[in-house]
């Protein structure tokens, strides 16, 4: 029996998502050779400040932003849970979900990457799935800033991409990604003053945010 492809996994605030997280998505799939990409907005995300949008209001973001690729699917369950969301119980979730020997790929920033010490129980990360930590090409990533555990788990850890399909779970890869100057900060604040943020994120997005009037200008 053929062993299942690895399944990306794409977490965020998404407030909004943009085509800076899809192109992530995109080129994750591509070369990695993930099977497809799954988008989790997250309910009420513990390390970051309060979203601007409601959490219905991202996740339907993310469900336009994702309609027509068949490689991105979006999971709703942390919108729809009442508690706060943490990467490691998404990922517990997951494996009684889709079972022991699905493959699963934790995608993140190389400074996420570098800040995951910070978050909730994250040594029990490489024991639910793999992690793809992606950078801008030609930057090696500086291992030598690192808290000491984290430099560890990636010398420990660290291999080649192919290493994704060996396992269903334990390994770190890097992979290069495009780089786009785009952040859902830069283009609130370009709502904020009315300016246009076409070509930054689908223009189904953008007419989604102007019916529901999402990060305009507070009124005087």
């Not at 494996?95 to 993140?108: D, F, N, Y």
């Not at 850890?157 to 785009?182: C, H, M, N």
């Not at 070509?199 to 997005?205: E, H, M, N, T, V």
């Not at 953008?206 to 507070?218: E, G, T």
């Amino acid at each position: 029996m053929a062993k299942p492809e690895p399944l990306g996994l794409l977490g965020g605030s998404f407030d909004p998502i943009h085509y800076g997280h899809l192109r992530f998505a995109e080129e994750a799939i591509s070369t990695l050779g993930l099977a497809r990409v799954r988008l989790i907005p997250a309910g009420v995300p513990k390390h970051r400040a309060t979203p601007h949008a409601t959490a219905a209001q991202r996740l339907a973001m993310v469900e336009i932003a994702a309609a027509g690729n068949p490689r991105l699917s979006v999971d709703p369950a942390e919108v729809l849970s009442d508690a706060p969301s943490y990467t490691v119980p998404t990922l517990e979730r997951l494996r009684q979900e889709l079972g022991a020997q699905q493959p699963l790929v934790l995608l993140l920033g190389a400074d996420a990457f570098a800040g995951l010490a910070s978050w909730h129980r994250w040594e029990a990360l490489i024991s639910l799935a793999h992690i793809g930590v992606a950078s801008r090409p030609g930057h090696a990533l500086n291992t030598q800033a690192w808290p000491a555990a984290l430099a560890e788990l990636w010398r420990a850890r660290s291999g080649p991409i192919a290493a994704l399909r060996e396992a269903p779970v334990g390994r770190i890869v890097q992979f290069d990604i495009t780089p786009l100057d785009i952040s859902a900060t830069a283009i609130r604040a370009l709502l904020a003053r009315r300016a246009s943020p076409r070509y930054l994120l689908p223009d189904a997005l953008i007419d989604y945010i102007a019916l529901h009037r999402l990060y305009s200008p507070k009124e005087p």
